[in-house]
């Protein structure tokens, strides 16, 4: 997976196991998730790196996570605060919350 962060191409990663999976760029950055049912994750932390903070990084991940959750019929959980406010601000992606 790659998403364009302004001039730059970032790789973000995916690993899953069958109790919940993350959303990663190298090691500076993850995004992780719980499944809580069948058709629900609960994205429980999003985290940056200090030194590549402002660049972009958690909106990337979130947007690949809400691209993964379409594509799989998910519902979302957002107990990380985190997505919860980028879920409720982008009217777009509210048909996604659990």
């Not at 429980?44 to 594509?71: C, F």
């Not at 985190?82 to 048909?95: E, P």
Request: charge should be positive.
């Amino acid at each position: 997976m790659a998403e364009n962060t302004g001039n730059k191409m970032t790789t973000i990663n995916f690993s899953e196991t069958p109790t919940g999976g993350k959303f990663y760029i190298a090691d500076y950055a993850k995004m992780t998730f719980v499944k809580s049912t069948n058709n629900i994750i609960d994205v429980n932390h999003t985290w940056v790196s200090p030194d590549h903070r402002g660049e972009g990084l958690a909106h990337d991940l979130y947007r690949q996570m809400i691209s993964y959750a379409r594509k799989n019929n998910l519902k979302v959980i957002p107990s990380c605060s985190f997505v919860r406010k980028m879920l409720t601000d982008n009217s777009a992606d509210l048909d996604l919350l659990a």
